[in-house]
């Protein structure tokens, strides 16, 4: 024994040596060691600086793509190009429990035609809710091209709040739009299809038995606002579609103040192009029918109405966008045609049409609403708008090449050649009224490029950030999207979302309600009804309350918890190990998750999520007795303890004392620092104040029973409750010094 000993120590000391000797320490590199070492150049070294995040730096805008099939949306950083998280938006998303937890599920069920959850989407064009035009930083909209949904998420916490199957399509333009106060959200059909789920002979009566259709989704935000945010939705029985013939509609967009109430989207039939222009305000009076429950206003009405015309366009209308003052929509083709909407109003005033014989449909002359043309070059792409006055931006997906141009003189003014073919274009905020000029983001989908690794036949989305500030643009950075077949995205600056740091106790989080299953410490309990069991459960730092749940057998049981923590960042996962069971809680929420026991044995569940050190504790077993189990035919009942084992819990009661004793100390210390330097002041650090109070408080009742217990010499009960007492301390100190290292940021205007 004493001879292995010596030879470990000689070879550890032997192995440490070699260790420093070969491994000589090196000076740190400079910068221009590293640029010489890479081969940099200095416009390199300037292009990484600019997307640089430091410490106690933050991006300035926050971006949202659709994944496309993927059926998620991605939230990222502008400039830096991080990713921030992925959301389960039409597709059930695990990490976060969403399509996994009873509430998310219901939802998606709900949005199914089928009572099932779909489990992919096609989410194209987000767009985000907008006040006088302009992001307000509330919500944000998806429409699911695969499956006929629509769906809102909730900005204050980057949640799916609602989806809607659409009651007349079954094929949807995979874009939303919203009008200029968000009173409607706007859907279209892409290809035609029948409405009544009984003719499907194409070639028989196709123009009067097909149709389209452009949807306004009445939305509104609630007057009962929850604490946890806006309890906005949108209704259904408000909302009304207004019914076209058979035309395949593409990309669409609506009016701004002197054009707020238009709608204008591109539109094929017969080899013939189209955009047609929808005055949706005159829409409102006129007569409606319902149609599988969805309220529906024909196209002759609408056409009477002096409400719909169409203007015939020369090329495909690949994009339709309306500039962010609404004086004009640009038409995207290799040549760009802006038109002009007074002149449209006009146009629709006078009825100045040449109607289309054939289908009785009013068309404009495009000449006569013209404001100019611009043939631009090959595979024209997309147009996106900046803050500068009548400057957008044109991709050439052909041509390699971006163009900076006037749509009010008709233009070009700039352009840069790029070592990819670019797509859509994103300009932050350049979807609503008042569009950012710092950078352009511009989609790829060919992502061959020597400084990215091949990882099989199929690679990730790609995404350049576009320096645009200046008149010299430069390309500054790629950003891989994986898991993302991706089109458009919009941005919005940062300062306009307010997200939330915690709900409400009990909150949950899909409707913005208080959950009638929350569950507050100390009221944790198992309801039972024949074979239907309830588990009202509590998780914090370091328990799953309860800790043991027995069933029989074949019960349907629901385990509905309540996250307890009040701190920052303080999500906790829970699973059943292999009842497919999976749920994400994040601080104040409640979610519920049931199955059938429906095997027989022990099944341990606990905490997915790295929580703290005392993460591994938070644990618990579900008891699946078999049928036709009889009591006692396992050990059981209370096992007596020998007088050894009594003195052990008793040491490690008294020692347990001390750590407590030394724990309070750090407590003491960490108090009085906090008091000294005025913490209220400070909302977010009060916060974790608040949150290391409230474990000190759960505490007192773990200390009055170690007390007891003590007294009467039950030393194992003594010392569990003086180990549940220490681990509050724990959370406690936890939070405390948390808090303290905030304040001394504050303090020292780090943070
Ligand atoms: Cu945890």
């Known amino acids: 024994m004493m001879l292995i000993t010596k030879r470990f120590l000689v070879l550890s000391l032997v192995f440490l040596l070699v260790a420093v000797a070969g ?133 204050e ?128 009076g006129l007569k409606t029918s319902v149609i599988n429950g969805a309220t529906v206003v024909s196209f002759r009405d609408a056409v009477n109405a002096n409400a719909i ?34 002149k449209v109003k006009a146009a629709m005033a006078n009825k100045a049409y040449t109607v289309n014989k054939a289908a009785d449909i009013p068309v404009i002359e495009v000449k006569s609403v013209s404001h100019g043309t611009l043939p631009l070059g090959k595979g024209v792409m997309d147009v ?20 900076r141009w006037n749509y009010k003189t008709m233009k070009k003014e700039g352009e840069l050649t790029l070592d990819f073919k670019p797509g859509q274009l994103l300009v932050p905020q350049g979807m609503s009224a008042s569009p950012h000029s710092n950078y352009l983001a511009v989609v790829d989908k060919e992502g061959i490029y020597k400084n990215f690794l091949g990882t099989g036949p199929v690679r990730p989305s790609f995404q350049h950030l576009i320096d645009i500030s200046s008149d010299k643009m430069t390309d500054l950075y790629t950003m891989s999207l994986p898991q993302c077949n991706m089109y458009g995205s919009v941005a919005i600056a940062r300062t306009l979302v307010k997200p939330i740091i915690r709900y409400p106790t009990g909150t949950n989080s899909r409707t913005g309600e208080i959950s009638r299953y929350k569950t507050v410490a100390g009221k944790e309990k198992i309801e039972r009804k024949g074979n239907r069991v309830h588990i009202f459960g509590t998780m914090i730092r ?12 074949g019960d349907v049981v629901t385990f509905h918890l309540t996250n307890l923590e009040l701190a920052e960042d303080e999500t906790h996962g829970f699973t059943v190990d292999t009842y497919g069971k999976n749920g994400s809680y994040e601080p104040g929420k409640t979610a519920s998750l049931t199955f059938v026991a429906d095997r027989a044995g022990a099944f341990p569940y606990y905490c997915t999520e790295f929580c703290s050190a005392l993460h591994l504790e938070m644990e618990g077993i579900l008891m699946v007795k078999p049928k036709n189990y009889k009591e006692g035919s396992a050990i059981g009942g209370e096992i007596e303890l020998t007088r050894a084992q ?31 330097n005025h913490y209220e002041k400070y909302t977010s650090v009060k916060a974790l104040v608040v949150d290391a109070v409230a474990q000190l408080n759960k505490a007192v009742v773990a200390k009055q029973n170690y007390e007891k217990y003590a007294k009467a010499g039950k030393w194992k009960e003594a010392f569990l409750w003086a180990e549940q007492y220490f681990q509050y301390q724990v959370k406690a100190a936890d939070s405390g010094l948390r808090a303290k290292k905030l304040l001394k940021e504050k303090l020292e205007g780090t943070n």
């Not at 009572?115 to 006040?131: F, N, Q, V």
């Open 309 to 342: 015309a169409m203007i015939q366009i020369p090329a495909r209308a690949r994009m339709v966008k309306v500039t962010p003052k609404g004086k004009y929509f640009v038409v995207v083709s290799d040549t760009l045609l802006v038109v002009d909407l007074n």
């Open 542 to 553: 370091s328990h799953i309350t309860p800790e043991i749940v027995e069933v029989n057998q």
């Open 157 to 284: 916490d980057f949640e799916t709040k609602q989806i809607l199957s659409h009651p007349l399509f079954t094929s949807t333009y995979p874009e939303a739009a919203v009008t200029q106060n968000t009173e409607y959200v706007i859907q279209t059909s892409q290809f035609p299809s029948t409405w009544d789920g009984k003719s499907a002979d194409v070639s028989f009566d196709y123009d009067k038995k097909f149709h389209s259709g452009v949807t306004f989704w009445k939305f509104e935000e609630s007057n009962k606002v929850s604490k946890a945010g806006h309890l906005g939705r949108i209704l259904k029985e408000k909302s009304f579609t207004l019914e076209l013939p058979p035309f395949t509609l593409g990309y669409f967009d609506a009016g701004k103040f002197g054009s707020d109430g238009l709608v204008v989207g591109s539109a094929e039939k017969n080899q013939k192009h189209y955009v047609y222009v929808i005055d949706y305000k005159k829409l409102l």
């Open 23 to 155: 491994e000589p320490v090196k000076a740190q590199k400079t910068l221009n060691d590293v640029k010489k070492e890479r081969g940099l150049t200095d416009a390199d070294v300037l292009a990484a600086v600019k997307t640089f995040m430091p410490r106690g730096g933050r991006d300035v805008y926050l971006g949202v793509v659709g994944t496309g099939n993927s059926g998620t949306m991605i939230v990222y950083g502008i400039p830096s190009m991080r990713i921030y998280k992925y959301v389960g938006v039409f597709s059930p998303e695990p990490w976060q429990g969403y399509g996994f937890d009873d509430e998310s599920s219901l939802m998606l069920k709900k949005s199914s035609l089928d009572d099932k959850i779909d489990t992919y989407g096609d989410m194209r064009y987000p767009a985000l809710s907008e006040t006088n035009g302009k992001y307000d930083g509330k919500r944000l909209f998806f429409s699911d091209g695969a499956n006929s949904r629509i769906a809102m998420v909730g900005l």
């Open 384 to 403: 996106a708008f900046e803050y500068r006055p009548n400057t957008a931006y044109a991709s050439l997906f052909n041509e390699n090449k971006i163009v």
């Open 646 to 676: 009594l003195l052990g819990y008793k040491k490690n009661y008294e020692d347990k004392l001390i750590v407590i004793a030394q724990t309070q100390d750090v407590i003491n210390s960490v108090v009085t620092w906090l008091k000294e």
